[in-house]
């Protein structure tokens, strides 16, 4: 069996400091490990993918990512926070075990304060 | 390339009435997956087609809600009557490597009055 948990709802941090983004997963077999994020009115976009490569993921516009098998955890970072990152951020886990279903967090509203 | 394509982007109808959206996957990707996503419930999975069949509809709703996936190039969602609780922005994604690598159109605001 695989679930997601994202730890915050929402998040709050000011222009130009890091952002750190939680989940945690769980999953019988090796997983495939996501994150998404959603502007406003847009569908979801592939931020990164951790596949059992390295360890370190670095995805689009920044972020990165680390999977922590001992912690079965995957958070989102980025150094500095810039306005356009103001947006919904999800995780997911997958596994390409036999039907490879996936599972959405239940994602992470990200503000930016000026 | 053009991405996954929905069409259409807004409809607005009345309780009751039949409603069609479509969605034209990436050339090339095998499986294709539809999503409602609401405030209240947030996204949730419908029900998804690896080349073509269905694998699992287990989210889909109720039998108001049905899914085809002719050839590998079309899908639909159709909702038969349509409900106001129906009222949500529904995405299409597809993909070709694995379903955890999606690639999301730019959704169906479907408002039911």
């Known amino acids: 069996a695989q679930s997601v948990t994202q730890l915050d709802s929402h998040v709050s941090v000011s222009e130009g400091t890091p952002v750190l983004l939680r989940c945690n997963y769980s999953s019988s077999y090796s997983p495939s490990l996501f994150w998404y994020v959603q502007h406003p009115n847009k569908g979801l976009q592939l931020l990164l993918k951790?596949?059992?490569?390295?360890?370190l993921v670095k995805g689009i516009n920044g972020f990165e990512a680390e999977f922590k098998k001992s912690e079965t955890s995957f958070h989102l970072t980025k150094p500095s926070a810039h306005m356009s990152d103001a947006a919904e951020y999800f995780c997911?886990?997958?596994?390409?075990?036999?039907?490879?279903?996936?599972?959405f967090g239940k994602g992470t509203r990200l503000h930016i304060l000026p | 390339d053009a991405g996954v394509i929905q069409s259409p982007r807004h409809e607005v109808t009345e309780m009751g009435q039949e409603v069609t959206l479509r969605c034209k996957p990436i050339s090339g990707h095998n499986s294709l997956f539809w999503y409602r996503q609401t405030m209240m419930r947030g996204l949730e999975l419908l029900i998804y087609?690896?080349?073509?069949?269905?694998?699992?509809d287990s989210g889909m709703p109720e039998d108001r809600f049905s899914a085809k996936m002719p050839n590998a190039s079309f899908s639909t969602l159709k909702i038969q009557p349509s409900e106001p609780r129906d009222s949500a922005v529904y995405f299409c994604?597809?993909?070709?490597?694995?379903?955890?690598?999606?690639?999301f159109g730019p959704g169906t605001r479907l408002t039911v009055t």
């Open positions: 951790y596949t059992s490569a390295a360890t």
């Open positions: 087609f690896n080349n073509n069949v269905p694998i699992d």
């Open positions: 994604a597809s993909s070709s490597g694995g379903a955890g690598e999606q690639y």
């Open positions: 997911v886990v997958s596994s390409s075990y036999r039907d490879d279903k996936i599972i």
